[in-house]
T-cell receptor
Framework: AQKVTQAQTEISVVEKEDVTLDCVYE???????LFWYKQPPSGELVFLIR??????QNEISGRYSWNFQKSTSSFNFTITASQVVDSAVYFC????????????FGSGTKLNVKP | EAQVTQNPRYLITVTGKKLTVTCSQN?????MSWYRQDPGLGLRQIYY???????DKGDVPEGYKVSRKEKRNFPLILESPSPNQTSLYFC??????????????FGPGTRLTVL
């Protein structure tokens, strides 16, 4: 069963636009961890953020912000004033406390930022 | 420099010819894991290892083997590769930390083509 859903396969925006990448997850557990990773065209995976299920505070890091809502099982990622360097594939991932050795990744959202 | 290395980075082989993809980390991490990335499917976990001589299956272990004889190395073995194992493979490592709190560091990826 799909545990992490990233419904947006590909998004294209023009530089300086804001863009939100959606992530919806499934779990019956009360304790879990959510992650976002970036995969630029060069192919490596870059860790962006980790959030545990007890902490529903939204987080902002420069142009990046994350909106965690347990009520809707969503962990959305917003890039403000997008730049060409933000072009990448972004993955959302989920890890459970009861079996923390396993990671479940979404299918990814490809973001194209055009100049 | 803290890093996870994989070799080879690119490999083209033929069906049935045994191959090994090596993974090594220099961070003294206990946890290591292998993933494959396929279009539209994101990353799927193949195998993981909690420590030396401790390995377990992820979501897609069929056709793969692993071993963990030393803490730093976690090779992925394809005894009889088939075309459906053509994929991009990532190795990752992390400290266990508090369950779920650790950050995974990913290798640069190995692009495997099985003809």
């Amino acid at each position: 069963a799909q545990k992490v859903t990233q419904a947006q396969t590909e998004i294209s925006v023009v530089e300086k636009e804001d863009v939100t990448l959606d992530c919806v997850y499934e779990t019956r557990d009360t304790t879990y961890y959510l992650f976002w990773y970036k995969q630029p065209p060069s192919g490596e995976l870059v860790f962006l953020i980790r959030r545990n299920s007890f902490d529903e505070q939204n987080e902002i890091s420069g142009r990046y912000s994350w909106n965690f809502q347990k009520s809707t099982s969503s962990f959305n990622f917003t890039i403000t004033a997008s730049q060409v360097v933000d072009s990448a594939v972004y993955f959302c991932a989920l890890r459970f406390l009861y079996n923390f050795n396993k990671f479940y990744f979404g299918s990814g959202t490809k973001l194209n930022v055009k100049p | 420099e803290a890093q996870v290395t994989q070799n080879p980075r690119y490999l083209i082989t033929v069906t049935g010819k045994k191959l090994t993809v090596t993974c090594s980390q220099n961070m003294n991490h206990e946890y290591m894991s292998w993933y494959r990335q396929d279009p539209g499917l994101g990353l799927r976990q193949i195998y993981y290892s909690m420590n030396v001589e401790v390995t377990d299956k992820g979501d897609v272990p069929e056709g793969y083997k692993v071993s963990r004889k030393e803490k730093r190395n976690f090779p992925l073995i394809l005894e009889s590769p088939s075309p459906n194992q053509t994929s991009l493979y990532f190795c990752a490592s992390s400290l266990p930390g508090l369950a779920g709190e650790d950050t995974q560091y990913f290798g640069p990826g190995t692009r495997l083509t099985v003809l």
